[in-house]
């Protein structure tokens, strides 16, 4: 499939807008409700579309969330995804909090290799903080087992937050000393009403200041086929890698190459836009694939070529929060 100039081959299916967690910059700061359960996209729902999109040109998948370990069942929809010959690479997005050796053991024998979670501090009493559970050993532990187990790379995603946990930069870099791990800050996007200030949100330029003035010169590495929108460097003789994704100090829109399909049945062409357009509904009411795959290429007519957060004052486009899009 084909927006503007780009290829987009890549598909990430949030299953859930529901999380065991409260991370401060990812949930709203007011009252929220959840998706009643019968709006929510069943795996079946998600599997049809994710094959007509596959028709259509799509060889990667996501899944995210919310948490997609709280959704049930997860595995036998993993199980049928990973049973889509078309589909070259799946991965997933987690807190990992719900993860345990067994599951990532099943993972890996339905072929998911790669594992991406969040991790934005090392100190128990921060996370329980940052993310309202006091989950830190269990996260921790499901990271090493990822390892161990072979996933690979095991990427841990950190939102780095002023007065938060940017005194911690540099040892969540040090974790790409002795393991392979890719470590990638994300630069905070104002998203629905979290509780983050301006104040608190921190760039790369000065994420990168940091490390290189504990560790030296960040040696840049070259991208390959999965890297997603991380700038990749490396610690001099580490063994990982440390990653920058920059959705505001330097937006990657001409590169974008995704579409969302949220737990609601709606198609997002970009996370940063509200523009979404139905196709459960749709679904619902008996429409033939032809027509399914029609609503999948007029929703990518909608991609904007640029996401424009970075052109308003903070916050001041109020786009839906990551839990109910899937981050
Ligand atoms: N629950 C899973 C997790 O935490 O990995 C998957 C969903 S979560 C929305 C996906 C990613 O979005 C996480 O790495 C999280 O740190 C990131 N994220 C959430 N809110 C964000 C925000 N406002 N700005 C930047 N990244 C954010
Ligand atoms: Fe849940 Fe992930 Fe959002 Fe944290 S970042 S609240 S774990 S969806």
Not at 62 to 71: D, S
Not at 286 to 305: C, H, N, R, V, W
Request: hydrophobic share 35%; charged share 25%.
């Amino acid at each position: 499939m084909i927006a503007g100039n780009r290829l987009i081959n890549y598909l990430r299916i949030s299953v859930t807008d529901r999380c065991n967690f409260r991370c401060q910059y990812c949930i709203p700061a007011s009252p929220f409700t959840v998706i009643e359960h019968k709006k929510i996209a069943r795996y079946e729902e998600l599997l049809r579309v994710t094959r007509l999109a596959c028709d259509l040109g799509i060889t990667k998948v996501r899944i995210t969330g919310g948490e997609p370990f709280v959704r049930k069942n997860i595995f036998s929809f993993l199980e049928k995804l990973c049973a889509i010959k078309r589909l070259k690479d799946i991965s997933i997005t987690t807190n990992g909090s719900l993860l345990t050796r067994e599951k990532i053991k099943k993972l890996t024998s339905l072929g998911i290799k790669r594992l991406n979670f969040s991790l934005d501090t090392l100190d128990p009493v921060k996370f329980a903080q940052i993310t309202g559970r006091d989950r830190f050993q269990q996260v921790w532990e499901s990271i090493h087992a990822a390892h161990e187990l072979g996933i690979s790379p095991v990427k841990i995603n950190a939102v780095v937050l002023r007065g938060i946990n940017d005194d911690e930069i540099e040892d969540l870099s040090a974790l790409t000393l002795n393991d392979p791990f890719h470590i990638r800050f994300i630069e905070y996007m104002p998203m629905g009403d979290s509780a983050v200030e301006k104040q608190q949100q921190i760039l790369t330029n000065e994420i990168k200041e940091k490390i290189e003035s504990r560790f030296g010169k960040l040696m840049p590495i070259e991208r390959t086929e999965n890297d997603g929108p991380a700038k990749k460097f490396q610690i001099p003789g580490a063994k990982g890698i440390v990653g920058f994704i920059t959705p505001i100090s330097s937006h990657f829109c001409s590169e974008c190459n995704r579409l969302r399909l949220t737990s609601r049945g709606t198609l997002r062409p970009c996370l940063l836009n509200n523009y979404e357009k139905d196709i459960l509904n749709p679904l619902r009411n008996g429409a033939s694939d032809t027509e399914l795959k029609d609503i999948i290429l007029s929703a990518l007519t909608k991609k904007p070529s640029f996401h424009g957060l970075t052109d308003q004052p903070f916050r001041n486009i109020p786009i839906s929060h990551m839990t109910s899009i899937g981050g």
